[in-house]
């Protein structure tokens, strides 16, 4: 690995990471406009001039790496990572994350769809050069997002506060991070990753710059409503324990109130009233059952997650790159 020659805080080496899932829609003009602001960070002399953009292919049926490829050999500023197959957006950007730490000071990650604002790169560059190692994106707001997006986001952002997992809402993964903060992310091996939640655990000085989110650019949304759920789900497990607490405390509180019910039975026996009917024993067996159901899901869930924390497996297999001097 080739050692960085030391840069000035105020003049970083900038890296531009984006993650690409069949993106021929918007690939050329996400690659046009980054490039556009990359030359503008080099005059104004915020950047070294050999700051550059990585685009990772993220196992692509369409035309994406052949894009890739095209503008790696017309741009010198521009890389380009191959996985071997679609690993899913957290391990594509981390792939990119891991290439180029080995280059870069600074290194930032957007969507290729640019539905967070360009504008505010430079003013995410110029809070690292004030001294944070962490610039989180933030969106204002989320007119841009359907109503149902907005209102899932909103209660996975409640859910997980109210399970005190440290999260910054309205935060997806639009956010610089130095050197040294993304060294020590990276020393979180974990499988399942869901860097939202990892990226507050690492510390350093950080920041919050806000601004507001537009519309796709081109093409449709690469997380489905399945995909949400997954990323959700993955919040939420690879964070907290609060779920599996959670259904102790439900499984006591049934018990207490199983036993108070117990309790009223033989009162009303002894008082000669005849128990009441069928209907609320089915459906307290039902509801019982759904609880018990439910419960093991969760902790199936977990437990599945040390069943794949246990294997070790590698995240991506790199198929390609072009440009650059990681090795
Ligand atoms: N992406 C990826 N692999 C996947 C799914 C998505 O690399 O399996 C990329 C995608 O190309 C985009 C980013 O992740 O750059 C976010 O996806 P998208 O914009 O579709 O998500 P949304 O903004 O709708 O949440
Ligand atoms: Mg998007």
């Not at 110029?126 to 610039?135: H, I, L, N, P, T």
């Not at 399970?163 to 903060?181: C, E, G, T, Y």
């Not at 939420?236 to 609060?242: G, N, R, Y």
């Amino acid at each position: 690995m080739l050692a960085l020659p030391a840069t000035p805080r105020n003049k970083p080496r900038l890296a531009i990471v984006v993650p690409c899932y069949n993106e021929d829609e918007v690939f050329a003009y996400c690659q046009r406009e980054l490039s556009h602001l990359l030359d503008t960070m080099v005059q104004e002399q915020a950047v070294q001039p050999d700051s550059f953009l990585l685009f990772v292919d993220d196992g692509s049926r369409d035309a994406t790496w052949a894009q890739i490829k095209n503008a790696c050999a017309k741009n010198q500023h521009v890389q380009g990572l191959k996985l071997s197959r679609n690993v899913g957006h957290q391990s594509a950007l981390l792939a990119g994350l891991e290439t180029a730490v080995r280059q870069a000071d600074a290194i930032l990650s957007i969507d290729a769809d640019l539905q967070d604002d360009i504008q505010a790169i430079p003013r995410m560059v110029e809070a690292y050069r004030a001294g944070y190692d962490v610039v989180y994106g933030v969106r204002e707001s989320r007119q841009t997002d359907s109503w149902f997006k907005r209102a899932t986001a909103e209660s996975f952002y409640r859910l997980m506060t109210a399970m005190k997992v440290r999260q910054i809402p309205n935060h997806a993964d639009f956010r610089l991070l130095s050197h040294r903060a993304l060294t020590a992310l990276l020393h979180y091996t974990e499988r399942n990753t869901y860097l939202r939640g990892l990226v507050p655990l690492v510390g350093f000085p950080s920041t919050e710059i806000s601004y507001t989110r537009g519309l796709r650019t081109a093409g449709v949304s690469k997380y489905p409503f399945r995909k949400m759920v997954a990323l959700a789900v993955e919040g939420i497990t690879s964070t907290t324990t609060a779920p599996l607490r959670l259904i102790a405390v439900l499984g006591l509180c049934i018990c207490l109130l199983s036993l108070a019910a117990g309790l009223a039975v033989l009162v009303q026996k002894f008082n000669g009233a005849t128990t009441a009917g069928w209907p609320s024993l089915i459906l307290s067996v039902f509801f019982m059952g759904g609880v018990q159901m439910l419960s093991l899901g969760v902790i199936g869930e977990y437990i599945g997650k040390i069943y794949l924390e246990t294997k070790h497996r590698p995240r991506f297999h790199v198929e390609s790159f072009i440009g650059g001097t990681a090795d």
